[in-house]
Nanobody, 117 residues
Framework: QVQLVESGGGLVQAGGPLRLSCAAS????????MGWYRQPLGKQRELVAT???????NYANSVKGRFTITRDNAKNTVSLQMNSLKPEDTAVYYC???????????WGQGTQVTVSS
């Protein structure tokens, strides 16, 4: 089992920055991906950004150039620096951990990000 604890959500004005952080209780696979998904109200959960344990990143087109994902493998943490936020970035953001050996996903409880116009 992997428990994920997110922090850093909140209310921010459009154009402002916000940083999300997530800590995993442990890593159960040396080959894994940690990252962020989001779910706007009434919509499906969607990819924001992920980074594998070997450094490969994947970003949603809508956040490229504005969001940056980083991780610390030794501490089992992942962060998402969000800049130039837009109202359409408003959503519940979920931290994820994927065991790439089994493709099993673990999820955090989610943190609300609200961008006011």
């Amino acid at each position: 089992q992997v428990q994920l604890v997110e922090s850093g959500g909140g209310l921010v004005q459009a154009g402002g920055p916000l940083r999300l952080s997530c800590a995993a209780s442990r890593s159960i696979s040396s080959v894994n991906a940690m990252g962020w998904y989001r779910q706007p109200l009434g919509k499906q959960r969607e990819l924001v950004a992920t980074m594998t344990s070997y450094g490969s990143t994947n970003y949603a087109n809508s956040v490229k150039g504005r969001f940056t994902i980083t991780r610390d493998n030794a501490k089992n943490t992942v962060s998402l620096q969000m800049n130039s936020l837009k109202p359409e970035d408003t959503a519940v953001y979920y931290c994820s951990y994927r065991n790439l050996a089994t493709l099993y996903d673990y999820w955090g409880q989610g943190t609300q990000v609200t961008v006011s116009s």
